[in-house]
Structures are given as structure tokens and as C-alpha cells.
């Protein structure tokens, strides 16, 4: 039993939201594993807080909302590298998935018709962020959770998958370790799903759980997958400060007000019309503008005031907030006001993906954070990113089963085995390193340079300084060593494991935003301070090489809306 290689029709890696959706999309008759570094209930997912968009016009203000007006403010949003026809795809099956999320039992906040309520959110039109209180990602993945467990989903939970087999353009299987064995092990697949979540851990003053560290973006650009528009990368507005918890963008939605040391409300000077409801990439700007100019509170942080809202309306809409804000930072929002600053949040780059979640490679498949299909573009908007993992998972699915009515098996086991004993190989080679460095040390200067020279602002000097930096954390990277050698939940090697696949993307990220001389959505250049579309209104591709990634790039799909200059 040990060593023989288990054989699936399709494996799903990610127990989040766009690995469980995926799941139960599978039919019965197909073998489906799912494997997860951690329990699916501990994925990232669960942390979420805000809500999801689709246009349901359940509540005043939002009769005439439609999908089509739902489109048109995520490609603005996006700044226009979005590609459209994957918008309109997303939007157009948002509210038949929301309802179908309701039907599997999602406790959603309602409203007093008793039907699913919707709060405004940054840089949409309408208010149309569909929500349970600010627990929205706990209950959405609960529920979808059951619904697996009812469907006998067979979970690898703490396998932490390490290589995706590829040979002849064509999906072979994986390699994946148990933490709680050491064993490594291969399956054999004909359809991979990468549902693995974002890469949030690869800067410092993240919102991400520590887990987010984009190993499985890492993997698939390892095996040769092209990996998409890395460079964007969202910074949320309001963290709390010290510990860049969350504070989700519905407190701005509720009615929530920024506020700088001299008591003004200053984004009425950055966005006249949406204010603290302006995209993300925009609010972070300015509020870092303003802590720049001598506008904070100790240079650091700005208020976010709730405190007109009353005490009824923060405790029935966001009594997570409070306890966040309460537990974390001693402060009670009802009677004081929450100190905030921008800190990383969400990786709109990924798995280069079509519109049906299928990548280059036969058999393989990305949905979710990992992905790029791209429906978030140079920036996302709040609340379309639970969406597009339950709207693509669901689409990943169907597409998946339809490849596997159509398609012969091609598997050849002889290439699984050949990857599984290089694979045991290179870990025993790990173990056996004698270098002085620790994983630490390089893991957390990465982070710090990332925030620090790849960050909200960026420029020419920064972007280069970074680059030398990467390159020489890569090379001490070969200097470290795992000093604890047991092979039962060794989390010292799973960490070294990790961070060769987040020194990979940094490359990536601070290369990617070097050669992109423009400024668009989450990617500020000082010294490029405007959209540059005759040049780069294009997707990054950068591809593995072992000299570091190779760029490449790709038309942006345009339907209905020409690029126009983003006003808000
Ligand atoms: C604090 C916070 C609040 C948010 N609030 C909102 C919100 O209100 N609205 C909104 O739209 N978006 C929100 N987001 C973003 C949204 O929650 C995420 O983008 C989304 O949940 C990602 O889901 P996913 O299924 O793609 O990945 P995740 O939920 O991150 O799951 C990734 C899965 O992959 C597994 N995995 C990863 N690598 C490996 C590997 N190598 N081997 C095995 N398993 C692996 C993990 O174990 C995990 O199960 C928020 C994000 C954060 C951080």
C-alpha cells in the first residue's frame, strides 16, 4: 500500500472556496481527491469578511442594477486589463450562483423582506455586496464544506502538494507530503485542479493567513506553467495597525468615514465623488499621500471613524470588527475610533488561465486566487473575489467533465515514477544540508524588501534595488539548512520547502514591475505616474527557466468597453 501510486480521475488542490466548489461540480462516477496543506475549514477563505457582489437589486438604490452595470465597474475597476469576456461570464452568473449558495443553506444577512441583503462597496455603482454580518467567508465555506462531506468528497487534508508531473503537454499526476508522516507520495490524475489560494506571505504587512504563501502558483510554475500578470498586487486601505488584521471594506460600506490628524475627511481630495468608497488602489494612495505629507497619527496610521453609526448598527452589521478591533488594538469602535493603514491584501496575478479556467496544459485547470483568468485586471474590486471562486469553480467543473467524456486516458505511470524518486531525492538533499543560514532570516528580509520597494509606490531605483535582492536571497537560499531532521510533522522543511517557491515569485513580482514602465491600478510607477495603453495595456506571462523567468506577454480581450480614463 505504501508505495503504490493512487490513481484519480481528477484532483482538486485547495480546500477553499474555489477548490470545494470545484469538488462538487464532479460527478459521482469520477474519482475525486481534494488535497489541502491544512483542513479545508482553515483555508484563507474562512477569514473573509465583507461579502460577494452580484446584482440581485434586493435593496433600495439598486432596482436598475444589472449585470452588464456590474461588468462595467469591475473593468474600470480593473483599469482596464481585465479581459472582458471573463467579466461578463463572472457577472452575468453571479446571482444564479449566490442563489444556488443560498439554497445549500448560506445564512445570509437579510433584509426586512427577508430577502439576502447587499451593502455598498469600493468602486461599484450600486450596493450589491451580498453579506452575513462581517462573516461572509466563514459561512460560505462552512456550508460548502458540508455539502462536500455529504458528497463524500475524499479529502488528503495536510498534504502539502511539492510537484505537478507534466509530460507531453499533458497532466500526469502529483507529488504531495504528509506532514504527519514525512511519507512523499505520488498520484496519478488526468485532470489537476490548482485551487491553492494567493501569495499574499510573499510581502510583509499582510492581511493573508500565514498559509497563503502561493506555493501552488509556485509548483505550476516549476512544471513549466505560464504565470500571469504577477506584478499587481492589492494593497487593502484600512489594516489595523501593528498587526494588519482586516478591517473589511463593509465598515467603509456601512458608512464608515477615514479621517487624518487634522480631523479632516480628506478623500473628498482624492475622490470627489465615491470618497472612502473608491477602489482600493486608490484609497491605499492616498492614505499612504497622506501619511507621507505628516497627516497621520504617529506617521504611521489614519482613523477610520464608525462611531455615527451608533452602537445598534456596528453591533448588528460588523461584530467581528469589534472584536478585532477590541482584542487586537484595545480599541472599541462604538466609543473610539479604529487606527488603520494599507497593508498587502490579495494576488490579482496567477495561473495564466482562459475563460474556462483551462491553462495551456491538457488536463490542467486553475480557479480562484491562484488563477488569472484575469477578471480583476491591474485591480480587484471588494467582494468579486469570493465570487469568482464559486463562478469558476463551478465553470472549472463543468469544463473538466466534458475534457474527461472527450479525451482518451494518456497516462504513462513510468514518468509518475521517474518524478516521485527525484522528488525523495531532492527533500533527502535538503535534510542532508550543512549550510548555516536559516530559513527565517531570508524569508523575512524578502518580506520586508517586497512591502518596502515593491509596494504601493514604487520606481525605477526601488524596483532595482529589490531585484539585486531577490537575486541574492536566492543564492543564500542554497546556504540554508533544516536543522530539525524528524520526518513526523516537520515544519521546518516545510517551511524551506516553501520558500524556494516565494523566492521564485518575488522574481517574478519585482522583474515583472520593473519592466512595466506605467502606472495602472495597483501598480503605481512614480516615475511612470500614467496609464500607458499603446505600450502596455497587455498581460505579463513569465515563464520558469532555471536563470530566473522569462517574460512574455498577451493581449488584453476587449468586448464592449473601450479603455477611458478612470474617474471616481
Ligand atoms: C482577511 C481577508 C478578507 C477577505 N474578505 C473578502 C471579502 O469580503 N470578499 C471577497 O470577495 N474577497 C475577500 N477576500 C479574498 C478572498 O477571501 C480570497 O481571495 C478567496 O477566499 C480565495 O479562495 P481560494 O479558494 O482561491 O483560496 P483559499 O481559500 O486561500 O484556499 C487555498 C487552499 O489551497 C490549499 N493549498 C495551497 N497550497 C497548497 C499546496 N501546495 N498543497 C496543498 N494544498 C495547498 C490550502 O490548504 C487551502 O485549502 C478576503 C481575503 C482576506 C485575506
Redesign the pocket.
Known amino acids: 500500500m505504501r508505495n503504490e501510486v493512487l490513481s484519480y480521475d481528477v484532483i482538486v488542490?485547495?480546500?477553499?472556496?474555489?477548490?470545494?466548489m470545484t469538488s462538487l461540480g464532479v460527478t459521482g462516477s469520477q474519482k475525486l481527491a481534494l488535497?489541502?496543506?491544512?483542513h479545508?475549514l482553515?483555508?484563507?477563505?474562512?477569514?473573509?469578511?465583507?461579502?460577494?457582489?452580484a446584482a440581485l437589486g434586493n435593496v433600495p438604490g439598486s432596482a436598475d442594477d444589472s449585470w452588464e452595470k456590474h461588468t462595467f465597474d469591475t473593468i474600470k475597476g480593473s483599469d482596464y486589463l481585465a479581459d472582458q469576456d471573463a467579466v461578463e461570464i463572472m457577472c452575468r452568473m453571479g446571482p444564479e450562483v449566490v442563489y444556488e449558495l443560498e439554497h445549500w443553506g448560506v445564512p445570509f444577512s437579510r433584509t426586512p423582506e427577508c430577502k439576502i441583503a447587499q451593502r455598498p462597496f469600493g468602486g461599484a455603482d450600486y450596493p450589491r455586496?451580498c453579506?452575513a454580518t462581517d462573516r461572509?467567508?466563514h459561512v460560505l465555506?462552512h456550508t460548502l464544506y458540508e455539502q462536500s462531506c455529504r458528497k463524500n468528497v475524499e479529502v488528503f487534508s495536510e498534504?502539502?502538494?511539492?510537484s505537478l508531473v507534466i509530460e507531453d503537454n499533458q497532466v500526469q499526476g502529483i507529488i504531495?507530503l504528509h506532514y504527519e508522516s514525512g511519507e512523499v507520495r505520488a498520484f496519478s490524475a488526468r485532470v489537476v485542479v490548482f485551487?491553492?489560494?494567493?501569495y499574499?506571505r510573499v510581502y510583509g504587512n499582510s492581511?493573508?493567513?500565514l498559509?497563503?504563501?502561493g506555493?501552488?502558483i509556485a509548483?505550476a510554475y516549476r512544471a513549466g506553467v505560464p504565470i500571469k500578470d504577477l506584478e499587481f498586487v492589492q494593497f487593502h486601505p484600512t489594516t489595523l495597525y501593528g498587526t494588519n488584521?482586516?478591517i473589511?471594506?463593509?465598515a467603509r460600506g456601512e458608512g464608515g468615514i477615514l479621517v487624518n490628524n487634522k480631523g479632516e475627511r480628506f478623500m473628498k481630495r482624492y475622490a470627489e465623488k465615491l470618497m472612502e468608497l473608491a477602489p482600493r488602489d486608490i484609497v491605499s494612495r492616498s492614505m499612504t499621500t497622506e501619511i507621507l505629507e505628516g497627516f497621520g497619527f504617529e506617521n504611521a496610521y489614519l482613523h477610520l471613524d464608525l462611531r455615527h453609526l451608533g452602537r445598534e448598527k456596528i453591533m448588528e452589521r460588523l461584530p467581528g470588527i469589534c472584536d478585532i478591533a477590541i482584542d487586537f488594538a484595545g480599541v472599541d469602535p462604538v466609543k473610539e475610533p479604529i487606527p488603520v493603514q494599507p497593508g498587502q491584501?490579495?494576488s490579482m496575478g496567477g495561473i495564466d488561465t482562459n475563460e474556462k479556467g483551462e491553462t495551456k496544459i491538457r488536463g490542467l485547470y486553475a480557479?480562484?486566487?491562484?488563477a488569472c483568468v484575469s477578471v480583476h485586471g491591474a485591480n480587484r474590486l471588494?467582494?468579486?473575489?469570493?465570487?469568482?471562486?464559486v463562478v469558476f469553480?463551478k465553470i472549472v467543473s463543468t469544463h473538466l467533465r466534458e475534457f474527461l467524456k472527450s479525451q482518451g486516458d494518456t497516462r504513462d505511470a513510468s514518468f509518475l515514477d521517474k518524478a516521485l524518486e527525484k522528488e525523495k531525492q531532492r527533500i533527502e538533499e535538503l535534510l542532508k544540508r550543512k549550510g548555516e543560514r536559516r530559513y527565517t532570516e531570508i524569508r523575512d528580509e524578502l518580506r520586508r524588501v517586497m512591502f518596502a520597494d515593491v509596494g504601493i509606490f514604487r520606481k525605477e531605483e526601488e524596483l532595482r534595488r529589490a531585484c539585486e535582492v531577490v537575486q541574492r536571497l536566492k543564492r543564500d537560499y542554497r546556504d540554508v539548512s533544516v536543522r530539525h531532521k524528524s520526518r513526523y510533522f516537520n515544519f521546518e522543511l516545510i517551511n524551506v520547502l516553501?520558500l524556494e517557491g516565494m523566492l521564485d515569485l518575488a522574481d517574478i513580482i519585482s522583474r515583472g514591475a520593473l519592466a512595466r514602465r506605467e502606472s495602472r491600478g495597483s501598480h503605481f510607477r512614480t516615475d511612470y505616474p500614467k496609464r500607458d495603453d499603446p505600450n502596455w495595456l497587455r498581460h505579463t506571462l513569465a515563464t520558469f527557466t532555471p536563470n530566473g523567468p522569462e517574460f512574455d506577454y498577451k493581449e488584453v480581450k476587449i468586448t464592449r468597453y473601450a479603455p477611458q480614463e478612470r474617474k471616481y
Open positions: 488542490i485547495g480546500g477553499g472556496l474555489a477548490g470545494l488535497f489541502s496543506k491544512v479545508p482553515r483555508s484563507h477563505s474562512l477569514a473573509a469578511q465583507g461579502g460577494l457582489n455586496t453579506y461572509t467567508g465555506l498534504w502539502l502538494v511539492t504531495a485551487a491553492t489560494g494567493g499574499g492581511t493573508n493567513a498559509i497563503n504563501t506555493s501552488g509548483v488584521i482586516l473589511t471594506e463593509g491584501h490579495y480557479a480562484g486566487e491562484c471588494g467582494g468579486n473575489s469570493l465570487l469568482e471562486t469553480g516553501e
